[in-house]
């Protein structure tokens, strides 16, 4: 079958199924069928440049298009066990290709890839669930009963039914690690909400990932009502940035460990997280790459320091609160790592702080349209910044020079629900204050426009 063929098959297949539930009861889904498609379309006018390099944002007009279609396949196994499916096809660019911006402005993107829309498997994992509640069984909703279990609506790699309010559960295969940590009610989707990736997750968080944001994972979660307790331990890439993965964990490995706090605050909902993480790797250093060059008179290339042993770890800070009316969220986040050897998986952020609202529709009589504001300011360690100063390039970043400043993104969305509420067009602006913490660059404006289905 010719590539062409392939796609449209797949996005047929997409469009075509409607979500499907067989039941042993009128609560418990045993298979479940979901599907997306996000296109994002994003456009820049010309902006001024001092100078370029070759991962520079480019300076020209430009636009760029993304496409992913996933499909989402579950089914129950047993009691508390499920297994998960996600074929995905995916294609287009970010602006010029993804680089420039350490925030980069859109989330559906890769890093690195063929334009071309390819299919591949995007997750495949199992799920136990081990009830620590006194019953979880539920099935004649008693007051009591209720105590001790809730019920989950059918969603996305979600089987709808009964499910304890404690557990202990366990979660295995190749999945997105940002899928269970760094969560976030108003600002963790750029297919439905914030598209940049300082907002969409914590830019200090150097999470596993091949270049399509998956990879090999064992989760483990203790949650109850107010308390939620989570670790992962993953596999990562062989080389910076690539889909060539490790799958030695005593030589190269990912882990964080976060706990979360649900609260009330006079009937408005709301979540403290706090994540600390620790990558190790093969990785190269920024000072003695620098140090190198220096001896045989050339320019920084952290690849020539690369060794295993080395590491990345730091900590983020992630909250949100809702109001008891539902029309309003607002979240921050800040975070930070230690900076001294190479960004291996998500982007070239070593701090960052951001905040943003949301607002719902329902004020001006449009209940499930959303407005957003958000910001987030972003910055790197003093031996990033010389490294990018001495023309070193890192996967996203490299301008040639630097003439360092902080960056900073501001991003306004308006989300138009239409009328089966599964489908959402949006309009955006970006605003970008020294792309790739360069003063020399910038500022760039952004305008986007995105369409979302779900089925």
Same mark, same amino acid.
């Given at each position: 079958?010719?590539?062409?063929?392939?796609?449209?098959?797949?996005?047929? /297949?997409?469009?075509?199924? @409607?979500?499907?539930? @067989?039941?042993?009861?009128?609560?418990?889904?045993?298979?479940?069928?979901?599907?997306?498609?996000?296109? !994002?379309?994003?456009?820049?006018?010309?902006?001024?440049?001092?100078?370029?390099?070759?991962?520079?944002?480019?300076?020209?007009?430009?636009?760029?298009?993304?496409?992913?279609?996933?499909?989402? =396949?579950?089914?129950?196994?047993?009691?508390?066990?499920?297994?998960?499916?996600?074929?995905?096809?995916?294609?287009?660019?970010? =602006?010029? %290709?993804?680089?420039?911006?350490?925030?980069?402005?859109?989330?559906?993107?890769?890093?690195?890839?063929?334009?071309?829309?390819?299919?591949?498997?995007?997750?495949?994992?199992?799920?136990?669930?081990?009830?620590?509640?006194?019953?979880?069984?539920?099935?004649?909703?008693?007051?009591?009963?209720?105590?001790?279990?809730?019920?989950?609506?059918?969603?996305?790699?979600? $089987?709808?039914?009964?499910?304890? /309010?404690?557990?202990?559960?366990?979660?295995?295969?190749?999945?997105?690690? &940002?899928?269970?940590?760094?969560?976030?009610?108003?600002?963790?989707?750029?297919?439905?909400?914030?598209?940049?990736?300082? $907002?969409?997750?914590?830019?200090?968080?150097?999470?596993? &990932?091949?270049?399509?944001?998956?990879?090999?994972?064992?989760?483990?979660?203790?949650?109850?009502?107010?308390?939620?307790?989570?670790?992962?331990?993953?596999?990562? /890439?062989?080389? &910076?940035?690539?889909?060539?993965?490790?799958?030695?964990?005593?030589?190269?490995?990912?882990?964080?460990?976060?706990?979360?706090?649900?609260?009330?605050?006079?009937?408005?909902?709301?979540?403290?997280? !706090?994540?600390?993480?620790?990558?190790?790797?093969?990785?190269?250093?920024?000072?003695?790459?620098?140090?190198?060059?220096?001896?045989?008179?050339? /320019?920084?290339?952290?690849?020539?320091?690369?060794?295993?042993?080395?590491?990345?770890?730091?900590?983020?800070?992630?909250?949100?609160?809702?109001?008891?009316?539902?029309?309003?969220?607002?979240?921050?986040?800040?975070?930070?790592?230690? %900076?001294?050897?190479?960004?291996?998986?998500?982007?070239?952020?070593?701090?960052?702080?951001?905040?943003?609202?949301?607002?719902?529709?329902?004020?001006?009589?449009?209940?499930?349209?959303?407005?957003?504001?958000?910001?987030?300011?972003?910055?790197?360690?003093?031996?990033?910044?010389?490294?990018?100063?001495?023309?070193?390039?890192?996967?996203?970043?490299?301008?040639?020079? =630097?003439?360092?400043?902080?960056?900073?993104? =501001?991003?306004?969305?308006?989300?138009?629900? $239409?009328?089966?509420?599964?489908?959402?067009?949006?309009?955006?602006?970006?605003?970008?204050?020294?792309?790739?913490?360069?003063?020399?660059?910038?500022?760039?404006?952004?305008?986007?426009?995105?369409?979302?289905?779900?089925?």
């Amino acid at each position: 079958m010719k590539q062409k063929e392939k796609i449209s098959f797949f996005v047929f /297949t997409l469009f075509s199924f @409607q979500t499907f539930s @067989q039941n042993d009861s009128a609560k418990n889904e045993i298979v479940s069928v979901h599907a997306q498609t996000t296109v !994002i379309t994003q456009y820049k006018p010309y902006f001024k440049t001092k100078y370029s390099g070759d991962n520079s944002l480019t300076s020209a007009e430009e636009t760029q298009t993304s496409i992913t279609s996933t499909l989402f =396949l579950g089914t129950r196994l047993w009691k508390g066990a499920s297994a998960y499916l996600n074929p995905e096809i995916a294609g287009g660019s970010g =602006l010029s %290709g993804a680089l420039g911006v350490a925030a980069s402005t859109n989330g559906e993107t890769y890093r690195v890839g063929n334009p071309t829309p390819t299919i591949a498997l995007a997750r495949l994992f199992f799920h136990q669930v081990f009830s620590l509640s006194k019953d979880s069984s539920c099935k004649a909703q008693t007051k009591m009963k209720e105590l001790h279990s809730k019920y989950i609506e059918p969603d996305q790699n979600q $089987l709808g039914g009964i499910c304890p /309010t404690k557990y202990f559960a366990v979660t295995i295969g190749k999945i997105s690690v &940002a899928d269970f940590f760094d969560a976030n009610s108003f600002s963790h989707d750029p297919r439905t909400q914030f598209m940049s990736w300082g $907002l969409m997750e914590n830019g200090s968080w150097d999470y596993p &990932a091949n270049v399509k944001g998956y990879t090999p994972s064992l989760v483990l979660e203790l949650i109850s009502p107010k308390h939620e307790l989570r670790y992962h331990v993953s596999v990562v /890439t062989k080389s &910076a940035n690539s889909n060539d993965m490790n799958y030695d964990i005593t030589q190269a490995s990912g882990h964080s460990l976060e706990y979360t706090y649900n609260f009330s605050l006079k009937q408005n909902q709301g979540a403290i997280r !706090i994540l600390g993480f620790y990558n190790t790797a093969n990785m190269g250093n920024y000072r003695e790459s620098i140090v190198l060059a220096l001896a045989n008179s050339e /320019t920084p290339n952290i690849i020539s320091t690369r060794k295993y042993g080395r590491s990345k770890y730091g900590f983020t800070l992630n909250g949100e609160l809702e109001s008891r009316s539902k029309q309003v969220g607002g979240f921050f986040r800040t975070g930070w790592n230690d %900076g001294t050897n190479e960004t291996w998986m998500y982007t070239e952020i070593d701090q960052t702080a951001s905040a943003g609202i949301v607002f719902k529709g329902k004020k001006w009589k449009r209940e499930d349209d959303a407005l957003g504001i958000a910001g987030v300011a972003s910055g790197i360690s003093s031996a990033h910044r010389d490294y990018l100063q001495a023309g070193g390039k890192g996967f996203m970043l490299g301008d040639g020079n =630097l003439n360092y400043g902080m960056e900073k993104l =501001l991003e306004v969305y308006y989300s138009f629900a $239409l009328p089966q509420h599964k489908i959402s067009l949006s309009a955006a602006y970006q605003h970008v204050i020294n792309p790739g913490y360069n003063k020399d660059r910038g500022p760039v404006d952004v305008y986007s426009v995105r369409a979302h289905v779900e089925i």
